[in-house]
């Protein structure tokens, strides 16, 4: 139980274009979701908590214009890269509380490559 | 603020060694540490966490609030046990983790 599912897996898109990711709790319902930025070889970055009905919570240094963020419903958020330059290449990933004591699962990313 | 540290990139060790994985955290209240572990192109998944105190796959790790460790430790090291490990911590009730920076671990024959 517990799944996230992130959609697509890799994409690659011209500079300047907007790139939208999915990310999908497939068997519960996902109060607060988590959009995380990998760098190669280093740890996980917060970029935003999203949570159902709201707006979503910026870490500092994020640019919310840029890194558009939707949870309209309990089951889905998506985070939409706009005007996307090859600096925002990166590995993405979404994560959900499933309770509020139960944890975290994760999805399994989202590779873009700006070119 | 919150902190994780993971003081070791790399930990290499020879199969049937003992592991273990340092992580140090710093934050004012009581804190929620978890292990996540990441397999070679595969999704983050939860190891273990401080307050459900188990032995998953050989690991265990213990919350020193004294030393703000939260070690991972495993008697014998296993050649599957190759991964990347994050330590991460959370202010409970669902909040947003902080992780460290991830110790890969290679388990040599």
């Known amino acids: 139980g517990a799944v996230v599912s992130q959609h697509p897996s890799w994409v690659i898109c011209k500079s300047g274009t907007s790139v939208k990711i999915e990310c999908r709790s497939l068997d519960f319902q996902a109060t607060t979701m988590f959009w995380y930025r990998q760098f190669p070889k280093q740890s996980l970055m917060l970029m935003a908590t999203?949570?159902?009905?709201?707006?979503?919570?910026?870490e500092q240094g994020v640019e919310k214009d840029k890194f558009l963020i939707n949870h309209a419903s309990l089951t889905l958020s998506t985070l939409t890269v706009t005007s996307a330059h090859p600096e925002d290449s990166s590995f993405y990933i979404c994560s959900a509380s499933f309770t509020s004591t139960a944890g975290y699962t994760f999805g399994s990313g989202t590779r873009l490559t700006v070119v | 603020a919150q902190r994780v540290t993971q003081p070791e990139k790399l930990l290499s060790v020879f199969k049937g060694a003992p592991v273990e994985l340092k992580c140090n955290y710093s934050?004012?209240?009581?804190?929620?540490l978890f292990w996540y572990v990441q397999y070679s192109r595969q999704r983050l998944q939860l190891l273990l966490r401080?307050?459900s105190r188990e032995s998953i796959k050989g690991f265990t790790a213990d919350l020193n609030k004294g030393e703000t460790s939260f070690h991972l430790k495993k008697p014998f090291a296993q050649e599957e046990d190759s991964a990347m490990y994050y330590c991460?911590?959370?202010?409970?009730?669902?909040?947003?983790?902080?992780f460290g920076t991830g110790t890969q671990l290679k388990v040599e024959l």
């Open positions: 401080h307050i």
């Open positions: 999203s949570n159902e009905g709201s707006k979503a919570t910026y």
């Open positions: 934050y004012s209240g009581s804190p929620e």
């Open positions: 991460a911590l959370s202010e409970g009730g669902g909040n947003k983790l902080t």
